[in-house]
């Protein structure tokens, strides 16, 4: 209830980027006194071979950098996804580039892969890792396509990706589900994703302290012949799981946004709640296609407990968020995975 006041009177008055800028920092200064105010009973699950303290955790797009990892796991989360990260620093789309559907509590985001780049990532991850508290820590790495790297040279570029960050990785995901790098979606394809998750699967499975699980990352608006294409794929390269499902270029009618602010708002991906259904039906087909032999990542539209209750229903070993801790605020994590438990 306070943040929520707090959230109508100074964040939604606010550019919706400087607002995360300072909720993010806000958390990090934080850090002595969350793990206070914060608890959550540990029922640790064994997923893809990594322990886990419970099954919610953090998608990727808050922390894109590794900046504040331990900071938010001292909110409740069980593990945090960084990234995207590319191959090259990159600078992401112009601003603005992050937008909210208030009445939807939904945010449309074209921030296109805005990042330090995997050298500069990795540093930092090496000095976490070199830390008690990092060294604990559960992280996934979440990776893209450059954007000046033209697609006939994603492979290479996956894989600069790979080399650098896998080796502190608890798992590594294949991100190429973004709507915001232009032809990324396009390598959602089985002809041209085959070789890019062949590649990385051979890095990540050299990493000298032990194989880093791989996971691809796959968008909502895939067809389900689409996406059970990928998930037979995924089966035959012997993967450990799939994230299902990043953001829709959709703008669907049930929408409560008016229209033209919708359309003002411009390009993007949209997240939020007007996700859960889809998301769910996917995570759904996907186990129904794998059985027990890849781990799902159910992503979109996770807002309540009962969110995550579904996804687990549906077949999900584990549940990720983002948009909602925008509006709900820095108690919702542990509210969530008391229902992960």
Do not use: C
Not at 221 to 231: E, H
Not at 254 to 264: D, S, V
């Amino acid at each position: 209830m306070v943040y929520g006041a707090f959230f109508d009177t100074v964040f939604a008055r606010m550019d919706p980027e400087a607002a995360h800028e300072r909720a993010f920092r806000a958390i990090r200064l934080a850090r002595p006194v969350t793990p206070l105010l914060f608890r959550v009973a540990a029922s640790p699950v064994t997923v893809m071979g990594v322990t886990f303290p419970h099954r919610f955790g953090l998608a990727a797009g808050f922390d894109k950098d590794a900046r504040g990892v331990v900071p938010l796991l001292n909110l409740g989360f069980g593990h945090v996804e960084i990234g995207t990260v590319t191959a090259r620093p990159q600078p992401g789309n112009p601003r603005p580039r992050l937008l909210r559907l208030v009445d939807d509590r939904a945010i449309i985001n074209r921030m296109g892969f805005n990042n330090d780049g995997a050298a500069q990532v990795a540093a930092r991850l090496h000095r976490l890792r070199r830390t008690p508290a990092g060294s604990r820590a559960v992280v996934g790495v979440n990776i893209g396509k450059s954007k000046v790297v033209p697609p006939e040279r994603a492979v290479d570029d996956y894989a600069e990706s790979a080399r650098l960050l896998s080796p502190y990785a608890d798992y590594l995901v294949v991100n190429v589900s973004s709507p915001n790098t232009p032809g990324l979606r396009d390598l959602q394809s089985v002809d041209a994703l085959r070789p890019i998750l062949e590649t990385v699967q051979g890095i990540a499975d050299r990493v000298p302290r032990g194989r880093v699980p791989l996971v691809v990352k796959i968008a909502p608006d895939l067809a389900d012949d689409d996406i059970d294409a990928v998930a037979d794929l995924a089966l035959d390269l012997g993967l450990d799981g799939i994230t299902a499902a990043n953001t829709t270029v959709a703008r669907p009618d049930a929408l409560r946004t008016p229209r033209a602010q919708i359309e003002a708002a411009g390009a993007g991906g949209l997240s939020g709640p007007i996700l859960a259904e889809r998301a769910t039906e996917i995570v759904g087909r996907l186990r129904a296609r794998v059985g027990d032999r890849l781990a799902l990542i159910a992503v979109g539209g996770v807002t309540g407990p009962e969110d995550v209750s579904a996804r687990l229903d549906a077949g999900a070993d584990l549940v990720q968020a983002y948009t909602a801790f925008a509006y709900e605020g820095p108690a919702w994590p542990s509210r969530l995975a008391a229902a992960a438990r």
